[in-house]
């Protein structure tokens, strides 16, 4: 039979951090989100301790002392190298994979029987955590709505769980709350509840047209999902982006425009590498700055502006210069920015990007080959191996990670030591 496996990463970032610890495997491990600012992942010792995602580091600071609990700093040159190394891991098993995020893959799986998928999802299992050591859970159904529910389900049983020709399906997605479903929303799940819908067992058997008329078009795929029907195929070459942001807050607080400039033209080079790795450019810059509204006795100040490219570019060159001119006409003395951001959009493709009767294009393809030169000798020698001087040396004001293990993967001076 023709089925969706979604093989999901259990407690992703943790579980990479323990990767290269395994001292803390069964033991307490948080993760911190940006300028290590709050929880964004748990293991699941710190989970029974009631510890929710997303509470501030520093109201929570006592429950990490009292449980020995131990904390990281998101490294997110690790997640997103391991990330790689499960997804190719998963290519062994079939050629039709869709990497849904960081931690979550559909796989399309043809030629095997309903009573031997389960067994197949379990070696997808054992050989993901025997190549790269982390650990996942499997979910089996004919739709890939259906995947998403085994998958969840999965978590609670041996880490494989099959929808496909499961006679006690019903039984399942009786006990399956509707908030629950893949695409079902917090405001769709109320007004479901309202009309009596609270699992999915009672979603998927909810009159179509009637759901088509609340829910919209998508709303009706997901219930014929919920049937066993397939209407969301794999997206194995995922769309382009139709706008890129790179911002960051600051881990520390920036007052002057020189620092507002380097952080500034740092996210405008970030902004061009997201745009080439997906072969476009983009004909509209925005820059954004904002002072930490959090802080009520501070005084407050935010500001936005934009403008439209003379060329539709992905060239750093021309970013951070047009990005430049942005946050300097925005920025006003005597406060204390807490945040600032680039923001590209009108996302076309470079191949075929709109040219100016009145703009040369020269100059563009001149920095368009130097900005390739860089990108190969970053991708060769690490990240900031060379970049522009408006992107600061000492960049004071770049994310605090008080807590950041070692990049063990992708940095020569930070692989893993072996001592026998």
Not at 131 to 159: C, D, F, R
Not at 246 to 269: M, N
Not at 386 to 411: F, K, M
Request: proline share 5%; with cysteine.
């Amino acid at each position: 039979m023709n089925c969706f496996m979604l093989v999901d990463c259990n407690n992703f970032y943790v579980s990479c951090e323990r990767v290269f610890r395994p001292a803390l495997a069964g033991k307490p491990v948080i993760v911190l989100s940006n300028n290590d600012g709050c929880v964004v992942a748990r293991s699941d010792e710190v989970k029974k301790l009631g510890l929710k995602r997303g509470t501030p580091f520093f109201q929570c600071k006592w429950l990490v002392e009292k449980h020995g609990i131990t904390a990281f700093s998101s490294n997110y040159a690790l997640y997103a190298d391991m990330s790689q190394r499960v997804m190719s891991t998963l290519e062994q098993f079939t050629p039709e994979l869709e990497v849904y995020s960081i931690d979550e893959a559909f796989l399309s799986i043809t030629g095997l029987q309903a009573e031997e998928l389960p067994a197949y999802g379990q070696k997808i299992k054992d050989t993901v955590r025997r190549w790269t050591g982390i650990p996942t859970s499997v979910g089996i159904g004919p739709s890939k709505t259906l995947a998403k529910v085994a998958a969840k389900l999965s978590k609670s049983t041996a880490g494989v769980c099959s929808l496909a020709a499961n006679p006690k399906l019903d039984e399942l997605l009786d006990g399956f709350d509707v908030n629950d479903v893949w695409g079902i929303g917090t405001q769709y799940a109320a007004l479901l509840r309202s009309h009596g819908i609270h699992n999915a067992k009672q979603l998927r058997d909810a009159p179509e047209k009637w759901i088509r008329a609340h829910l919209t078009v998508m709303g009706q795929r997901t219930v014929r999902e919920l049937r066993g029907y397939p209407c969301f195929p794999l997206e194995e070459a995922p769309p382009s982006k139709q706008g890129v942001i790179s911002s960051r807050s600051f881990g520390q607080p920036v007052t002057e425009l020189t620092q507002l400039r380097e952080a500034v033209a740092s996210y405008a080079a970030r902004a061009g590498e997201k745009l080439r790795a997906q072969g476009s450019v983009a004909g509209y810059l925005a820059v954004f700055i904002t002072t930490n509204p959090y802080q009520p006795s501070q005084r407050q100040y935010a500001n936005t502006t934009g403008l439209s490219l003379p060329l539709a570019t992905a060239n750093t060159a021309e970013l951070i210069r047009y990005a430049l001119k942005a946050v300097e006409s925005i920025y006003k003395p005597g406060y204390i920015y807490k945040k600032a951001g680039v923001v590209l959009s009108e996302i076309s493709s470079a191949k075929g990007a709109q040219l100016n009767l009145f703009v040369p294009s020269a100059p563009w393809q001149r920095n368009r080959e130097l900005t390739n030169t860089m990108d190969k000798l970053n991708a060769r020698w690490g990240k900031r191996a060379v970049y522009y001087g408006a992107q600061g040396l000492d960049q004071t004001w770049r994310l605090r990670s008080d807590y950041l293990s070692r990049r063990y993967t992708t940095s020569w001076e930070e692989l893993p030591e072996v001592r026998a």
